[in-house]
């Protein structure tokens, strides 16, 4: 695929995790070996989105090929750049432990809204607001160069 074309694709942005043990991905009778992160975010990312262009490294990218993977890494920019829509996955269980974000969402006052006041109109302890958070900021993706690159380079807000 050339980017000069101007193709519609939405791009993936995930930490790969650990390679084992090893996942199947069927893609036009082509099966990929995948790492068990990646395929929860598409297990993820499918039940809510339509995944027909989603542009994913280890997918789209011969990784036995070390030209090809040096060629594509030195294209990552022009890539996330280019897509409609970066798709972040932080990582499996993500639902359950965001009651607090949740809740910052529909009042709109992230920043102006005590934790103590947040956990009182959810009628959940503060501590485990402070638990899910401190769980939410601490997952890999928000500590890995490429991931906050991927972000950057995103021509809209990622989702």
């Not at 027909?52 to 090809?68: K, P, R, S």
């Not at 809740?103 to 503060?126: D, H, N, S, V």
């Not at 958070?133 to 997952?139: H, Y």
Request: hydrophobic share 45%.
């Amino acid at each position: 695929i050339d980017l000069r074309d101007a193709p519609q694709f939405d791009a993936l942005s995930y930490v790969w995790g650990p390679p084992e043990p090893c996942k199947q991905l069927e893609i036009n009778g082509e099966v990929f070996k995948i790492s068990p992160n990646l395929h929860e975010a598409i297990y993820s990312l499918s039940r809510v989105n339509s995944l027909h262009n989603l542009w994913v490294d280890a997918v789209c990218i011969n990784q036995m090929d070390l030209q090809e993977r040096h060629h594509q890494v030195m294209m990552m920019a022009d890539i996330y750049r280019s897509a409609s829509t970066v798709r972040i996955f932080l990582g499996k269980d993500l639902p359950a432990k965001t009651a607090l974000f949740r809740y910052w969402k529909r009042t709109q006052t992230l920043q102006e809204t005590p934790i103590e006041k947040a956990a009182a109109e959810l009628g959940a302890p503060l501590q485990n607001l402070l638990n899910d958070f401190l769980e939410f900021i601490l997952r890999p993706w928000w500590i890995r160069v490429w991931t906050q690159q991927e972000y950057a380079l995103a021509r809209n807000d990622p989702v």
